[in-house]
């Protein structure tokens, strides 16, 4: 269920494993997805994929001074391509993979477990059976079950895709994070942070993208719209011309689905979502694999294994132990992170980009083994200033300035 890049994915994968599939999705599969994905270009080589990067960095930075004099203002380069995938050739490489499979242009409703099959009602009033379903309907789907850990934080976004009367960033540059609070009056600076996301698309097109990396409840895009003015005006950049603006919002802490349901999922329903980072699209084609794998090795189990079961040994290869302990790592680290203030944020991130590079590319892209993410996250704490430390331990209300 889905046309979006989860259901992409795994629609892939399970027809390369011979199984017979029914998609169904509210639209069209080659429907332009609303959203440009990102990714660091070393995970998409690692996966062979890296011809699908529409646009490519290698000059790659961040800032995380306090804006002020040439210390505060100096960029911390990266030294790490960063890449946005070319939407309609990502989409499109993974249709052809999906065959000549007829996609179902139908809204679920509601969906029954009868046993041995699970029945997808659709709003159409028509209904499908199958043996499993995963549902792929993204973060907001209404038919995974999981618990209630009270508000989720949400990565808010309002960003523009424009020519501006100077530009907003240097030629040919990305930047993943500029958090130099310059432009904000006293009484912003103590309200949630949030940074800049920015790039040169070339041909004088850039994209400029106020973020809340996560806050609860989200922050409102009004406000990211007003910072990302006032950003602009402080640095003397003028919008001159609007080609597309983008509004962003979706979850990043959401609980894990219960696994123990019989309906399984794939992408933001199973709460895929890295939650210190936001990022998915890396982790959707890694973790593919492997469920359609299992589910092919399941189907042929003999006595057939109803619904409820297929989906337990979906579940099982999904969601890990070892992926539920570094996700509860990284749900911990979030937690911490929105605990803290501007500025400790800009001095926390300042830290983190010291490790070396491949632990915090690891670390950003849920690639490194769990002993190797807590030294990782050990070794951040080392290296961290006291105050870092003390706010990593407790949280912030513990460890005020
Ligand atoms: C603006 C934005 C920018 C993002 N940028 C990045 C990024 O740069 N890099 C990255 O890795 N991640 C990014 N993410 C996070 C994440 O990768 C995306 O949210 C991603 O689109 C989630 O994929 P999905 O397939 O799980 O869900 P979706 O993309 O939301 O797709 C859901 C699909 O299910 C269909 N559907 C929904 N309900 C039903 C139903 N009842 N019946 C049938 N079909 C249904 C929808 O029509 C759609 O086709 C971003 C998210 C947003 C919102």
Request: aromatic share 10%.
């Amino acid at each position: 269920m889905g046309a979006g890049p989860a259901a992409l994915c795994i629609v892939a994968e399970l027809v390369e494993q011979g199984l017979e599939v029914t998609a169904l999705a509210s639209h069209v599969p080659d429907k332009p997805w609303p959203n440009t994905y990102g990714i660091w270009a070393e995970e998409l080589e690692s996966l062979g994929l890296a011809s699908l990067l529409g646009h490519r960095w290698t000059n790659t930075v961040s800032y995380f001074g306090d804006g002020l004099g040439e210390e505060g203002s100096a960029p911390i380069d990266h030294y790490f391509d960063y890449g946005l995938f070319d939407p309609v050739a990502l989409q499109k490489s993974l249709l052809i993979r999906c065959g000549d499979l007829s996609w179902c242009v139908e809204t679920a409703e509601e969906i029954r477990v009868l046993g041995a099959r699970t029945e997808v009602v659709c709003s159409s009033g028509n209904s499908y059976l199958a043996r499993v379903v995963i549902d792929a309907s993204g973060h907001r789907s209404r038919f995974i079950k999981r618990p209630d850990h009270g508000p989720v934080a949400e990565q808010a976004a309002y960003g523009v895709v424009g020519r501006f009367s100077s530009p907003p960033v240097e030629q040919s540059q990305f930047v993943l994070m500029d958090f130099r609070p310059d432009h904000l009056a006293a009484g912003e600076l103590k309200e949630p942070p949030s940074f800049l996301y920015a790039m040169d698309f070339g041909d004088g097109v850039f994209f400029v993208e106020e973020t809340s990396l996560a806050c609860a409840p989200a922050l409102p895009l009004g406000t990211l719209k007003k910072r990302l003015h006032a950003r602009l005006v402080h640095r003397g950049v003028e919008i001159e011309e609007i080609i597309h603006e983008e509004h962003c919002l979706f979850p990043m802490n959401l609980p894990l689905p219960h696994r123990n349901q019989p309906l399984l999922a794939f992408g933001g329903a199973a709460s895929m979502v890295h939650p210190a980072s936001g990022y998915m699209v890396g982790a959707l084609l890694r973790r593919a694999p492997a469920l359609a794998k299992q589910l092919a090795n399941a189907l042929i189990i003999d006595p057939p294994l109803d619904s409820a079961a297929l989906a337990k040994k979906g579940w099982q290869v999904l969601w890990t132990p070892e992926l539920v302990q570094r996700h509860r790592l990284y749900q911990f680290g979030l937690r911490r992170l929105m605990s803290f203030d501007e500025g400790r944020l800009r001095r926390f991130f300042a830290t983190f980009f010291r490790l070396p590079r491949e632990d915090w590319s690891g670390f950003l892209a849920n690639t490194l083994p769990l002993p190797r993410l807590i030294i990782v996250m050990l070794k951040l704490f080392s290296i961290s200033p006291w105050q870092i430390r003390l706010g990593m331990l407790f949280g912030v209300s513990a460890s005020k300035d």
